[in-house]
């Protein structure tokens, strides 16, 4: 078409050259078209190739993320309280079992399968389960801390409760009290009232001795505060506490005395009541300085 063109003349030389330069444009056009359409096309190629590494990378993520879960789900169970009582073991078949360490039977367990629920069962239920070992705890290290029973201990903890909360003896006779310490301890064995009765009194006999000994040991003076006072029926009792400095220097203030003093509450009738508690508690060969408050004639 181009060669008919500039072969028809000069006069139409004109219109060959635009038709020309026409077609060269329009193949510039699409040359430039098919330029253009090759790199997009390498884009694309690029993108998709790093959303598929994106994606890949995604998916490793997720896959160490469940691993990880997995393996401290399974650190979870190989830690249960029941471990300390099975042994883990395989049978001849390659099977995972848990051996108890009392009865020395085969029980189901899996790391991958089958919980401790059905260990715990057994572990509750085992006839040659030491009953003592229900009431201990494990450390950090997962080993059974010793929880026996001692009941002169217990009798001990509940006498210094009673008198430090000013408890009424039938304290220990509590329906309540009673399932709490049966909870803590199934071993544990109840007191009465009249038990509880003696131990309080057997406790302060023995503080009394115990404060005896040391009273006599001391180096220096024991002084002494007196209060006397009137109950709401006229009846007066009187209060002797001893004050002293110990070897290591430090102040002490233990009640002596606490008893009733009848009226009249004269000078020589407290001095007599003063002189036969220092005389009971071993101290009238002591320094002894007193000073009484509140003492009505």
């Known amino acids: 078409m181009i060669q008919s063109t500039l072969d028809g ?3 139409s030389s004109s219109k060959a050259s635009k038709r020309k330069t026409k077609t ?5 056009t699409i040359r430039g078209g098919r330029k253009s359409s090759r790199p997009t096309q390498s884009n694309g190629k690029k993108k998709k190739k790093i959303q598929e590494e ?3 990378s995604e998916g490793e993520f997720e896959e160490d993320e469940m691993e990880n879960e997995m393996e401290n789900e399974k650190e979870g169970r190989q830690w249960s309280d029941v471990w300390p009582h099975f042994t883990k073991i395989r049978n001849s078949n390659g099977e995972e079992k848990a051996k108890c360490n009392y009865c020395k039977n085969d029980y189901a367990w899996s790391s991958h399968g089958h919980g401790t629920s059905g260990l715990r069962r057994h572990r509750d239920r085992c006839k040659l ?3 003592n070992l229900r009431t201990k705890k494990l450390d950090a290290e997962a080993k059974l801390v010793s929880g026996k029973y001692d009941h002169v201990v217990f009798k001990q903890l509940v006498t210094k409760t009673i008198i430090q909360h000013d408890l009424p003896y039938s304290y220990v006779e509590y329906e309540q009290v009673r399932e709490t310490w049966k909870h803590l301890n199934p071993d544990v064995k109840f007191i009465c009232r009249n038990t509880a009765k003696a131990e309080v009194y057997r406790f302060y006999e023995n503080e009394r001795e115990t404060l005896k000994r040391e009273l ?3 180096p220096g003076r024991v002084s002494f505060t007196s209060d006397l006072w009137s109950s709401l029926k006229r009846e007066g009792y009187m209060c002797l506490t001893a004050h002293y400095i110990d070897r290591n220097w430090r102040l002490n203030s233990k009640i002596l005395t606490f008893c009733a003093l009848p009226p009249p509450h004269t000078g020589m009738n407290v001095a007599l009541k ?11 060969k002591k320094n002894v300085l007193s000073h009484i408050r509140q003492c009505y004639k």
């Open 274 to 284: 003063l002189l036969e508690s220092v005389e009971e508690w071993g101290l009238e």
């Open 54 to 56: 994106q994606l890949d």
């Open 129 to 131: 389960f030491p009953r």
């Open 216 to 218: 006599a040991s001391l």
């Open 9 to 11: 003349g000069i006069g």
């Open 24 to 28: 060269k444009s329009i193949h510039f």
